[in-house]
Each structure stands twice: as C-alpha cells, then as structure tokens.
C-alpha cells in the first residue's frame, strides 16, 4: 500500500531517469567484474606469453626450470638429430631452453608455474612430455586437448619418495631401471588404474657426466638429506663422535635446505666440534670438493645423491636406514624395499640407527668391490646413452599416436 503510494508521486520523467541510471549502474558493475576477471586471468596466464596454447598435432615439452634442463637436453638434441619438430615451454625465464638455436625447435617462456599450469590445463597437443609429477591432482590438470601424456624421470632414485599418485594419469614414463617397473606395475594392480607404456629408458643427465675416479681419498664425507627423513638430526653428533675418536677426518656436507629450515642443528654442530681439527663443514656451493676428496661416503637410504656418487665417482657408501613417516608417500603402498638398498647391497652398505655407535667397526669391514658394468647395467638402464634411447621411445609412441 505504502509502495503504491509513493509509485502514484514517480512522474514519467523520473521514472525514466531511474531506470536509466539502473541501467549504468548494473553496466558499469558488469564491466568492472570482467575487468577483474581478465586482470586475473591475465595474471595467472602471464604477461610475457602472449602467444597460443594451440599446438596442434606437436610434439611438446614442458620444464618447470633451469634446473631441470640437464634432463631434457640429451633428448632436444637427439630429436634435433633425427629433424624432428618439437615445442619446449618453460615456467623458468633463465632455462637454457629457450637458448634452443634449431629450425626444429619453437621455445617459449610461458609465465611462472602457476601461470603455466593455466595454459597447460587448456593445451592442445599431441604428446606432452615432462618431469613434474602428480599430473591431474593439484594445480596441472590433463587437458582433453592433449592426447598423450608421458613422464620423463629426472632421477634414477625409486618411486618411493614421491608423493601418492605422482604417475597414476600419465599414459606412459620413461623409467630408470626395472624397480620402477615393478614397483608402478603393482600401484597399477592394487588400485586397478590404466596401465601405462613402461619404457626402459634410463636416466638422461648421466650423459653429460663423466666419470670422476681421481679422488684424493682424504675424508669420509656425511651427507645426509634433511628434515623427517633423517636420520642425522637425532643421531648426527653420535656419528661425528665415533668417526674422529678413532682418528678420521670427517667433512660434513649439510642439504641446501639445512641451512634454511635447521639453523640450530648446524650451530650445535658448529660448537661442538668446529675446534676440532678433524672436523670441518662444507659451506662451499658445489660438492665436487667433497665428492672429490671422499673415501666413503655417509648417507641416508632416501639421498637423492646415491647413484651419482657410486656410479661416477665410484666410492662406497653406508647409508642409515631411518624410519620416516611415508604417510603421504608412493612408498606406503609399495611392497617392495626402494632401489637403493640392492644397490648398496652391491656396492655398500644399509645400517639401521642402532649400528652407528658401531661405525669403525662397520667401515673396518666393508669390502672393496670393483664397480662393473654388469652392476652398473643391474641398477640403471643406459647410462650414458638414455638420451638418444628417450628420443627413439618417445618418436615410436608419437607416430603411433592417432
């Protein structure tokens, strides 16, 4: 009653006046939600690309950095070789990909990783090829626009230290050795997913290596990973103790990430034992001083750094079996142990966190073995050779795509 009487005093005129100042103003929210919107998408698409994510029927690759490049180049270059076409993006404007000089090769920066992952999801393609794993469960969705998806292994370690589901979506991964086979073949049984195209490839940067045999033999370097999966935080002083008391000079290498995330364990080392002229940390940036001038090496079974050190630079290595919470970890549902025990197995040794207190003794006792290339050939696909391999294995698979 009250709404009509006041409608009755509203004259044509105003009326009209209103409805055209409704009109502005649902425009001008309608143009600052799109504004908003592009300014967004233009945000996580990125301002440096502004090409297509159209690459119908190629061939692509995509890095998430500069890191990562050792691992792609032996297989670019093998496909420039063979004249094969190929696209490589990156979420890294310091890639040495981009640097690509090849009629074969169209290389683009294509925005950070979240950036990247945006066009990802859209792509259009005919293989995609890559290291990052867990495809189609956080940020990196498969497009249906890609039709064939295929991981590139970027270590030689086992499938254990991945998070869960790390290949369950991709189509087919270029493995390292026959434990990766095995191990993906029963994630594939125990969760009835699709089996993939398992090829037995190797792992690529081992073919700009060369082998360091000239080492000095003046130290027994400890280099442990860092955090949970450590045995080093509980158990490092215990080690360092028994090493230096019977009269070897110790080098301790900290992670990268120690120095970040375990600032008072290294100064608690640093106290105890930086006086002591046996002992010393490596603050250097590289490890080829300690690789180089290492007689044995101390690890944790989950270093990344057990293949390198025995394959290339040929020492032995006690690696502490620490008991870590795989919760969210690929090694929770994998029966089998990771691959590194057989290796060390064959070239080594796996102690468990008791043994340390008995370290001399263990060292006294470890036999020398002679680094074949029967072991070798038993622990890694094609080393020093998995670059032209990859490339034969990726080019069947792509031809056979329809």
């Known amino acids: 009653m009250i709404l009509n009487s006041l409608l009755l005093y509203i004259d044509p005129g105003t009326g009209s006046l209103l409805l055209s100042v409704l009109i502005s103003l649902i425009a001008t929210i309608s ?44 297989v670019v270059n093998e496909l420039i070789k063979c004249k094969q076409k190929f696209v490589y993006l990156t979420a890294d404007k310091e890639d040495e990909g981009l640097k690509i000089n090849s009629d074969f090769c169209t290389s683009h920066y294509i925005g950070n990783l979240n950036q990247s992952f945006v066009l990802l999801n859209k792509l259009i ?19 249906k626009n890609v039709k064939h998806y295929c991981y590139l292994s970027h270590a030689p370690m086992d499938v254990h230290a991945n998070k869960k589901f790390s290949f369950d979506y991709y189509d087919s991964v ?76 110790v080098l301790y290498r900290p992670h990268p990430q120690s120095w970040t995330s375990e600032k008072k364990l290294l100064e608690s080392i640093k106290f105890k034992f930086d006086k002591n002229e046996l002992f010393e940390i490596d603050e250097r940036v590289d490890n080829v001083y300690s690789l180089s001038n290492a007689k044995m090496m101390l690890t ?3 270093s990344g750094i057990i293949y390198d050190v025995i394959f290339l630079y040929k020492i032995p290595i006690i690696a502490v079996d620490f008991q870590w919470d795989d919760g969210g970890y690929e090694s929770s549902n994998i029966l089998n142990a990771a691959s590194t025990k057989y290796l060390l197995d064959d070239f080594g040794r796996t102690i468990s966190v008791e043994e340390i207190t008995n370290i001399n003794n263990i060292i006294k006792n470890l036999k020398a073995v002679n680094l074949t290339s ?29």
């Open 125 to 143: 393609a005919k293989m995609c090829i890559t290291t990052t794993p867990q495809l189609d469960i956080l940020a990196w969705k498969r497009s």
């Open 174 to 249: 270029l493995c390292g050795n026959n434990y990766h086979i095995t191990n993906l073949r029963q994630l594939e049984k125990d969760r009835n997913s699709k089996e993939k195209v398992l090829m037995k490839t190797g792992c690529t940067y081992f073919d700009l290596m060369s082998e360091n045999t000239k080492c000095r033999k003046e130290h027994i370097l400890i280099a442990p990973t860092w955090g949970d999966r450590s045995f080093f935080p509980s158990k490092g002083e215990t080690l360092i103790e028994e090493l230096i008391k019977v009269g070897h000079k």
């Open 300 to 302: 944790d079974t989950t």
């Open 31 to 74: 143009s600052s939600l799109k504004n908003i919107f592009y300014k967004t998408f233009s945000f996580f698409l990125g301002r440096e690309y502004k090409g297509s994510n159209d690459f119908s029927g190629e061939l692509v690759f995509f890095s998430e950095g500069k890191n990562y490049w050792n691992v792609f180049k032996p």
């Open 374 to 402: 029967e072991i070798i050939d038993k622990h890694i696909f094609n080393f020093q050779r998995a670059g032209k391999v990859a490339s034969k294995q990726i080019l069947s698979i792509f031809k056979k795509i329809k």
